[in-house]
């Protein structure tokens, strides 16, 4: 679903309260009734204010009236929690304008947003519940037995996980996005200013880089964490350029011919241009305990992307096997290292929590025919499957896109943006 906030700015105050009695409500009704939406959003106008604001929002999709319903009700839809947690940034003053969709992940939207200084920001949107329509049949039993707004709070646990990890892998050095703010289903970062991973067909040196991407996987585990989804999307790198001006200097001036120090300078100018690479973390809301019940399972597959990643794209066998688990557990909180899964389970979330989202993102990835690999579609160009989050079965989610799609997905960063004030 595409971010629009085209409409925010046409919202009245009134449509805004009838919009958060709306999101309000939906925390025990599946469907909102019209009276308790008046009830909730207690309008100065009464009744005739609240059906205005009701079909203004309607009209332009932030609300849906379900019309089989037995009773006159709406629910929110992703649009409308959109709207809501747009609201919420721009009255923290954390987003004033927001761009283009850089990237349509597994389960979210990445949108670059623009606070009133005009610095840029990303914003990630959750998007669980988000399920293949081609699986329709088969999860719509499941479906069915969800209570109403799962999405909604999935979205939201999948969102707060999310910004809790890269809160504490950042305090504690690991070189992951600042994590800014976090509002229901998204979450605010650093924009940063990288490609991933999968889009870099050469690296200096491969061997270093895969060197400090294990050194990564075993640094986590050290912290009782695994990625849980270490691969090539996942791994922002930060290229560097830097000109050893000293040497070429150096070589100018070695006392030969005009002609001959120029391009002995040039030619070591070129050759001392050090590139250097630094890999950054990025999509935390699947991370794992190194005491989950499948850890090593978690922990051999984050091995073995990477492994074969290097493999393929730059023809790089590492020569020694491993690290395994077994070895990787026994360092779990050793040298003073701080657990981060008792500090993340520490900050409210129960276990209950983390199954049910564990079990959101499996789902999700079984629907979408995905071994846990992210190999889905990373198209820009997917202009909607779907704008109902458990929408009826008469829409046909947009096909996954081929290998090739995936790499158009993320243009330069710092690019001019067109930003839409909110
Ligand atoms: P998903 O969980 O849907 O895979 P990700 O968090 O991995 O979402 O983001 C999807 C893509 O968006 C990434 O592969 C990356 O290209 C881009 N992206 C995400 N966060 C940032 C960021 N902070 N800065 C720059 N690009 C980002
Ligand atoms: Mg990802």
Redesign the pocket.
Known sequence: MKLDSKAMRHLTADDWRVLQAVEQGSKNHELVPTPLIEKIARLRGGAGSTRKSISALAKVGLIARVKEAKYDGYRLTYGGLDYLALHTYASRKHIYSVGTR?????????MIVADDTGAQ??L?I??LGRISFRTVKSNRDYLRKRQGGSWMYLSRL?AEK?FAFMKALRDEGFLV?EPISQSRHTIL????????L??ISQVPDPAALYAELIAVILRLAKHGLIHG?FNE??I?LKEEREQQQAAAAAASSKGKDAESAASSSAADQESSAKVTVTP?I?????MVSMDHVNAEMYFDRDVACIKRFFERRFHFVATEPGPFFKDAKKTVGKDGATRLDATVAASGFTKKMLKDLEAAIREQQEGRGEGGE?ETA?SDGDEDGYDEPYGSDDGEEQEEGEDEAEDN??GP?QAEVDQEAL
Do not use: C, T, W, Y
């Not at 970062?189 to 991933?196: G, R, V």
């Open positions: 850089i990237g349509v992940g597994k389960e979210s939207d990445i920001k990303v990630k959750h998007r999948a999310e996005p970062m650093d924009l940063i200013d990288a490609f991933p999968r889009q989804d999307f996942n922002l950054i990025i999509d935390f809301p699947q992210d990373r997905m993320s960063r």
